[in-house]
């Protein structure tokens, strides 16, 4: 007997000859096709996933999203704000790690004079700096020149410039500036050192 006889269904016909044959042949061809696109969908995956900074956790891979982005800003960029006492504030689109930052020159503009360390309200998304400008100036400032704004999962925000100028107009008292910046005096840009007795210092009680 033959090989293909080995294979006949019923009243001799050969097996591989029927419509039912085609059709789990069909099926089978589609189901492996399948198979192979999910498997290289998978490894596309995994190689983006390195790409990205991919975590592993309790054996699962862990694909974080995109970097955090500047959403606003106070002055706003290309805006004119009173020259004096100025409160700088940066929201982000993502809640934000606390005690990472960094802010530069730019190209264009003069930095304004501000205090050291900025701090980070009671969103987690919204930085504030407390500084100091000068009437009738360009200022430029790099947001995240080099990588230290990021957010709670550990991603590093985009590098943003910030650019903006000042009037002829004078702002002397922090409870104004607070205001122009849209914010309160619960907002308060100053570190509180809140010292127990054990050298510790940590930002003001969230209001």
């Not at 044959?21 to 189901?31: G, K, T």
């Not at 995956?45 to 974080?64: C, F, I, M, S, Y």
Request: one cysteine or more.
């Amino acid at each position: 007997m033959s090989s293909r006889q080995q294979y006949a269904i019923g009243g001799g016909r050969d097996a591989c000859d029927s419509p039912r044959a085609d059709v789990l042949w069909a099926s089978s061809m589609m189901r492996s096709l399948a198979a192979s696109l999910l498997i290289a969908a998978c490894c596309l995956v995994a190689l983006d996933a390195r790409a990205e900074g991919t975590k592993e956790v309790e054996g699962l891979l862990v694909v974080p999203g995109p970097g955090p982005s500047v959403q606003s800003t106070y002055p706003a960029a290309k805006a004119t704000a009173p020259y004096g006492v100025i409160i700088l504030k940066i929201v982000f689109d993502q809640p934000m790690t606390p005690d990472a930052w960094a802010y530069g020159r730019a190209p264009g503009g003069d930095f304004p004079d501000c205090l050291e360390d900025p701090r980070l309200l009671s969103d987690k998304r919204t930085f504030v700096l407390l500084c100091n400008v000068a009437a009738n100036r360009t200022y430029a400032i790099q947001i995240n020149p080099a990588p230290r704004f990021a957010s709670l999962n550990g991603r590093s925000a985009r590098p943003y410039t910030l650019t903006f100028s000042t009037s002829g107009v004078i702002t002397r008292a922090l409870h104004d500036a607070l205001q122009q910046a849209g914010l309160t005096d619960n907002d308060d840009p100053v570190m509180t050192w809140r010292d127990k007795g054990q050298g510790v210092s940590e930002t003001a009680a969230a209001p």
